[in-house]
Structures are given as structure tokens and as C-alpha cells.
Nanobody, 129 residues
Framework: EVQLVESGGGLVQTGGSLRLSCAASGFTFAFDDYAIGWFRQAPGKEREGVSCINNSKGKTHYADSVKGRFTISSDKAKNTVYLQMNNLKPEDTAVYYC????????????????????WGKGTLVTVSS
């Protein structure tokens, strides 16, 4: 059974930084075979894709709203994907979820699909103004 556990959320002031982690376990295939995405959902809003990584093809994608401020990376030895978030804004306030799918094409340089197979429970990021 795949488990994804997010951590690193918290309260930060505008302009501050946080690094989110997504620790994965229970993968059937190699870690690099998976597309792993970060999504967020703010109160009263729909879930939106933030970023994703596809290690097998060396691809990453960022939503326009976070491009230049967020960086996704992965540590194969730790089965962990990170989301470094810099210059945070109040509009970044949301619950952040990571998701994984064994179909690598769920993440490409053009975007990511939404229907990942497995999801974490989320971590709350609050940016105060």
C-alpha cells in the first residue's frame, strides 16, 4: 500500500520560506518510475496543481502562480520529494498535498494530470500579511 506523508507546513510571514517534504513508501516500482505532484487547496477554492516531477524523464512543471518562487526536487535515497517555497505570499495559503502515480506521463514539462492514484493527507501552509 502506497503511503505519502507530507510535512513542513506552518505559519510564515509574507516573503518567508518553507520547505515541504513528501515521504513515500510502499511503491511497487522504483521511486524514479513515479510521477509525483504537489497540489494545494485554499478554503472555498478548488484544488490546483502546483508542481510535479517525473524523474524517469527528467521533467518538472510549475504552475504560473509559483514559477520562479517554488522549486521541486527529489531524493531517491530517501524516497522523498521536496517543495522549496520562497517569497511566499498570502495567496499561497492552502493545504498542500502530494500525490503519486506509476504512470510517469502524469507529469510533463507541459503540465500534470489531476487523477493521481495515491494522495497524502496534506500539510497546512499559512502565510500572514
Amino acid at each position: 500500500e502506497v503511503q505519502l506523508v507530507e510535512s513542513g507546513g506552518g505559519l510564515v510571514q509574507t516573503g518567508g520560506s518553507l520547505r515541504l517534504s513528501c515521504a513515500a513508501s510502499g511503491f511497487t516500482f522504483a521511486f524514479d518510475d513515479y510521477a509525483i505532484g504537489w497540489f494545494r487547496q485554499a478554503p472555498g477554492k478548488e484544488r490546483e496543481g502546483v508542481s510535479c516531477i517525473n524523474n524517469s524523464k527528467g521533467k518538472t512543471h510549475y504552475a504560473d502562480s509559483v514559477k520562479g518562487r517554488f522549486t521541486i526536487s527529489s531524493d531517491k535515497a530517501k524516497n522523498t520529494v521536496y517543495l522549496q517555497m520562497n517569497n511566499l505570499k498570502p495567496e499561497d495559503t492552502a493545504v498542500y498535498y502530494c500525490a503519486a502515480d506509476d504512470e510517469y506521463y502524469y507529469c510533463s514539462e507541459y503540465g500534470q494530470l489531476n487523477e493521481y492514484d495515491d494522495w497524502g493527507k496534506g500539510t497546512l501552509v499559512t502565510v500572514s500579511s
